[in-house]
């Protein structure tokens, strides 16, 4: 039964492989079907060949790759992907970067702590132990020059350490091992440092001309003798010059600044003792030459350097050096020195033309500025005064910011020499004779206003504004001090305080003229200000400090410039802005009024003092003010009406024992009655408000009736109290 059962599935198994076969074979057959036989014409006409049908190519699968995504932070977009690394070449990479560089760090720590084992034990002397540094460090350079064709810089890299290491192999054997003097050590250093100039000549490396001006400057100013300066600034330029000329060979620009930074610092030992003043600031303005020279013949613009300003800025603070190690020799004339220098290096550059001006703008504000850094303060003054004066007219001649500039820091510097006395430690005015001090004035005076003159001229409206603001600040204290030293002294015999008031008041009156001629935002400013200061000196200044007149003058001073700043105001400005130019010059004249009543009060005719005339000068301004709204009908004036009407009726309550004559007391009730009822009158309502506005007047009415029938009923013709 077993076996039938295993017959069985075997001829099913057989049936089912057959017809698998069959099915392939047709599918074979139908993909290789053969094109149709072309029939075969008779033989006397062949014809042309018969074109055969194209068999149809098998249709190829479709590769689908997967989108690339960009890396945003690559070079080149378009640069295809990099292929992975197989595992050989990982670990290959791995073997040399890792394992050999790693096994010889380990192979360094072995040899130094066998050095240092054997030197600790004794085997090995300090002169064995400077030999072998030696041989270590000639063994890498040695190598470096083999190998200096090599890529990734090799040969320099080798070189760099030898040279390294023979410095601090040479500074070792001296400062730890002593096997020989300083002396020595700054001949090695020198040596050394030849050798690294010279390689860094042949191979035009930057690393080594560094390496090389370190080690030479720093062998300058080694103490072999605390006062040998004469050696040191020696060996200074003996290292200095191979530098520059390395770097004029080369063309690098950059390197030269980075020497006259080296320099300048390597200078600071010898140029501060107390050798020759002479020899010092000329080693540091012979350093200068040289190293500005090399940074202008081989200057190009960079994004940190377009105009070659380095040139410049290292003149000036060489020229600033001078002068504070040279500060006990007055004068300071060798400054001119610099400026020649200057002069000569833009000469020298040829066609270059930025390092060319840079040189010489570099000259003009050492002539300008650093030279009469020496003189005594009031030659300085002179000085600055003039070179601020001529440099401006130049400005303006030639159209030269440079020269403008200049002249503007010169001219700061005349002001500071001008007011500054350092002995007291305070800002104050010059010792100079009353001749010395109005020229030096008109001298600023000039210069301030051509200075406007500049600033107005340029397209910036901005700058004019802002010149004039500042101008005009620095003519008035000009202006001030003038009436200071004129005013003070003589007959008038008037204070510091009082030509300071005065002087306020009549530029207060000159600016607003000027800025309603001129119409500058920035005189508009000024001109407010200094008619707000006029005002309040006006208002405020007790009056028995200064003779009467002054005050007298100050308050016709402060009232027209207020009353010309507000009616300018009031005729270009709009209708709102109008009415609080109104209210605002409205204020500031009822002071003033109020204020000349007060200094009149003591010289009063009408038998009262300076106290009480102030509440007759507030009925006044009632009156006043009332009969301009009922005229006008303006807003601001309705607004100063009732300010007044409350100023005066609550002044009336103020009042002691009346003891004044006997129409005094009456006016001073009636004219608030009537002027509440005329502003009443007069003062538009609206439906919603006129209940409560007509209350508040009643009220007030009613207040002051009182008060003013309990007055005249008391009276002595009358009889009731």
Same mark, same amino acid.
């Given at each position: 039964?077993?076996?039938?059962?295993?017959?069985?599935?075997?001829?099913?198994?057989?049936? *089912? @492989?057959?017809?698998?076969?069959?099915?392939?074979?047709?599918? %074979?057959?139908?993909?290789?079907?053969?094109?149709?036989?072309?029939?075969?014409?008779?033989?006397?006409?062949?014809?042309?060949?018969?074109?055969?049908?194209?068999?149809?190519?098998?249709?190829?699968?479709?590769?689908?790759?997967?989108?690339?995504?960009?890396?945003?932070?690559?070079?080149?977009?378009?640069?295809?992907?990099?292929?992975?690394?197989?595992?050989?070449?990982?670990?290959?990479?791995?073997?040399?970067?890792?394992?050999?560089?790693?096994?010889?760090? &380990?192979?360094?720590?072995?040899? @130094?702590?066998?050095?240092?084992?054997?030197?600790?034990?004794?085997?090995?002397?300090?002169?064995?132990?400077?030999?072998?540094?030696?041989?270590?460090?000639?063994?890498?350079?040695?190598?470096?020059?083999?190998?200096?064709? %090599?890529?990734?810089?090799?040969?320099?890299?080798?070189?760099?350490?030898?040279?390294?290491?023979?410095?601090?192999?040479?500074?070792?054997?001296?400062?730890?091992?002593?096997?020989?003097?300083?002396?020595?050590?700054?001949?090695?250093?020198?040596?050394?440092?030849?050798?690294?100039?010279?390689?860094?000549?042949?191979?035009?490396?930057?690393?080594?001309?560094?390496?090389?001006?370190?080690?030479?400057?720093?062998?300058?100013?080694?103490?072999?003798?605390?006062?040998?300066?004469?050696?040191?600034?020696?060996?200074?330029?003996?290292?200095?010059?191979?530098?520059?000329?390395?770097?004029?060979?080369?063309?690098?620009?950059?390197?030269?600044?980075?020497?006259?930074?080296?320099?300048?610092?390597?200078?600071?030992?010898?140029?501060?003792? =107390?050798?020759?003043?002479?020899?010092?600031?000329?080693? &540091?303005?012979?350093?200068?030459?040289?190293?500005?020279?090399?940074?202008?013949?081989?200057?190009?613009?960079?994004?940190?350097?377009?105009?070659?300003?380095?040139?410049?800025?290292?003149?000036?603070?060489? +020229?600033?050096?001078?002068?504070?190690?040279?500060?006990?020799?007055?004068?300071?004339?060798?400054?001119?020195?610099?400026?020649?220098?200057?002069?000569?290096? +833009?000469?020298?550059?040829?066609?270059?033309?930025?390092?060319?001006?840079?040189?010489?703008?570099?000259?003009?504000?050492?002539?300008?500025?650093?030279?009469?850094?020496?003189?005594?303060?009031?030659?300085?003054?002179?000085?600055?005064?003039?070179?601020?004066?001529?440099?401006?007219?130049?400005?303006?001649?030639?159209?030269?910011?440079?020269?403008?500039?200049? =002249?503007?820091?010169?001219?700061?510097?005349?002001?500071?020499?001008?007011?500054?006395?350092?002995?007291?430690?305070?800002?104050?005015?010059?010792?100079?004779?009353?001749?010395?001090?109005?020229?030096?004035?008109?001298?600023?005076?000039?210069?301030?206003?051509?200075?406007?003159?500049?600033?107005?001229?340029?397209?910036? %409206?901005?700058?004019?504004?802002?010149?004039?603001?500042?101008?005009?600040? @620095?003519?008035?204290?000009?202006?001030?001090?003038?009436?200071?030293?004129?005013?003070?002294?003589?007959?008038?015999?008037?204070?510091?305080?009082?030509?300071?008031?005065?002087?306020?008041?009549?530029? +207060?009156?000159?600016?607003?003229?000027?800025?309603?001629?001129?119409?500058?935002?920035?005189?508009?400013?000024?001109?407010?200000?200094?008619?707000?200061?006029?005002?309040?000196?006006?208002?405020?200044?007790?009056?028995?400090?200064?003779?009467?007149?002054?005050?007298?003058?100050?308050?016709? @001073?402060?009232?027209?410039?207020?009353?010309?700043?507000?009616?300018?105001?009031?005729?270009?400005?709009?209708?709102?802005?109008?009415?609080?130019?109104?209210?605002?010059?409205?204020?500031?004249?009822?002071?003033?009024?109020?204020?000349?009543?007060?200094?009149?009060?003591?010289?009063?005719?009408?038998?009262?003092?300076?106290?009480?005339?102030?509440?007759?000068?507030?009925?006044?301004?009632?009156?006043?003010?009332?009969?301009?709204?009922?005229?006008?009908? *303006?807003?601001?004036?309705?607004?100063?009406?009732?300010?007044?009407?409350?100023?005066?009726?609550?002044?009336?309550?103020?009042?002691?024992?009346?003891?004044?004559?006997?129409?005094?007391?009456?006016?001073?009730?009636?004219?608030?009655?009537?002027?509440?009822?005329?502003?009443?009158?007069?003062?538009?309502?609206?439906?919603?408000?006129?209940?409560?506005?007509?209350?508040?007047?009643?009220?007030?009415?009613?207040?002051?009736?009182?008060?003013?029938?309990?007055?005249?009923?008391?009276?002595?013709?009358?009889?009731?109290?």
């Amino acid at each position: 039964m077993e076996n039938e059962e295993d017959q069985r599935r075997i001829r099913e198994l057989e049936s *089912s @492989l057959a017809k698998l076969t069959l099915r392939l074979e047709a599918l %074979e057959a139908k993909v290789s079907k053969s094109p149709p036989p072309v029939p075969v014409e008779a033989f006397h006409n062949p014809g042309p060949p018969p074109i055969l049908p194209k068999a149809p190519e098998p249709e190829r699968a479709t590769v689908v790759r997967p989108p690339i995504t960009p890396n945003w932070f690559a070079d080149d977009q378009k640069t295809a992907p990099i292929p992975k690394q197989d595992a050989d070449a990982i670990e290959y990479k791995w073997g040399i970067n890792g394992l050999l560089r790693g096994g010889a760090v &380990v192979i360094i720590f072995a040899f @130094l702590f066998l050095a240092a084992m054997m030197i600790g034990r004794g085997y090995v002397t300090p002169p064995i132990q400077f030999a072998g540094e030696l041989l270590l460090c000639a063994g890498f350079i040695g190598v470096g020059i083999w190998k200096h064709d %090599e890529k990734e810089d090799f040969g320099q890299l080798m070189c760099g350490l030898g040279s390294f290491g023979l410095y601090a192999s040479f500074a070792g054997a001296h400062v730890y091992k002593h096997l020989y003097e300083g002396e020595t050590l700054v001949a090695l250093y020198v040596l050394l440092s030849f050798a690294n100039l010279g390689f860094s000549h042949w191979r035009s490396s930057k690393s080594f001309l560094t390496i090389g001006l370190l080690g030479g400057l720093a062998a300058s100013m080694m103490p072999m003798q605390k006062d040998n300066v004469p050696l040191s600034l020696g060996l200074h330029f003996l290292i200095l010059i191979p530098a520059a000329l390395v770097i004029l060979k080369n063309k690098w620009n950059e390197m030269a600044a980075v020497m006259w930074f080296m320099s300048s610092l390597a200078l600071i030992w010898p140029t501060t003792t =107390g050798y020759d003043h002479l020899a010092r600031v000329g080693a &540091v303005y012979f350093a200068c030459a040289i190293t500005l020279y090399s940074y202008g013949k081989t200057f190009k613009s960079t994004p940190f350097d377009v105009h070659s300003g380095f040139l410049t800025t290292a003149m000036v603070l060489t +020229g600033f050096y001078a002068i504070g190690i040279d500060s006990g020799h007055k004068g300071s004339l060798h400054a001119i020195a610099l400026t020649l220098i200057g002069l000569a290096l +833009g000469y020298l550059m040829g066609e270059n033309t930025k390092p060319k001006y840079a040189s010489w703008l570099g000259a003009l504000i050492v002539f300008a500025i650093i030279t009469p850094l020496g003189f005594t303060q009031k030659i300085a003054a002179f000085y600055y005064g003039i070179e601020a004066l001529a440099l401006i007219v130049l400005a303006l001649r030639f159209r030269l910011v440079a020269l403008w500039a200049v =002249g503007f820091f010169t001219f700061v510097f005349a002001l500071v020499a001008y007011t500054f006395y350092p002995d007291k430690m305070a800002v104050e005015f010059a010792v100079l004779t009353q001749l010395e001090e109005s020229a030096l004035l008109v001298l600023f005076s000039a210069t301030t206003l051509l200075n406007i003159r500049y600033a107005m001229r340029q397209k910036a %409206e901005e700058l004019g504004d802002i010149a004039l603001f500042v101008g005009s600040t @620095l003519l008035v204290a000009f202006f001030i001090r003038s009436l200071n030293m004129f005013l003070g002294s003589g007959t008038t015999v008037l204070n510091t305080d009082d030509t300071v008031l005065l002087g306020v008041g009549i530029s +207060g009156v000159a600016t607003v003229v000027l800025a309603t001629i001129i119409k500058r935002p920035g005189l508009y400013a000024f001109s407010a200000i200094v008619t707000c200061l006029a005002s309040a000196g006006a208002l405020l200044r007790d009056h028995y400090v200064k003779p009467q007149w002054v005050t007298v003058v100050m308050l016709f @001073l402060a009232a027209t410039a207020v009353s010309l700043g507000g009616l300018h105001l009031i005729r270009q400005t709009e209708k709102e802005e109008r009415n609080l130019a109104t209210v605002v010059m409205g204020i500031a004249l009822s002071g003033f009024f109020i204020r000349m009543a007060q200094v009149a009060g003591s010289h009063s005719v009408l038998g009262l003092n300076s106290e009480t005339i102030i509440y007759l000068g507030l009925a006044i301004l009632n009156v006043v003010w009332t009969g301009l709204a009922w005229r006008t009908r *303006s807003i601001g004036h309705f607004t100063m009406a009732w300010l007044s009407f409350a100023f005066a009726a609550c002044g009336e309550f103020q009042l002691a024992e009346p003891s004044f004559p006997i129409w005094y007391s009456p006016l001073l009730l009636f004219v608030p009655i009537v002027t509440l009822t005329i502003l009443y009158i007069i003062t538009p309502r609206k439906a919603p408000e006129e209940g409560i506005f007509t209350a508040g007047v009643v009220l007030a009415a009613w207040i002051l009736t009182t008060a003013f029938l309990q007055q005249e009923l008391g009276r002595a013709w009358i009889g009731l109290k």
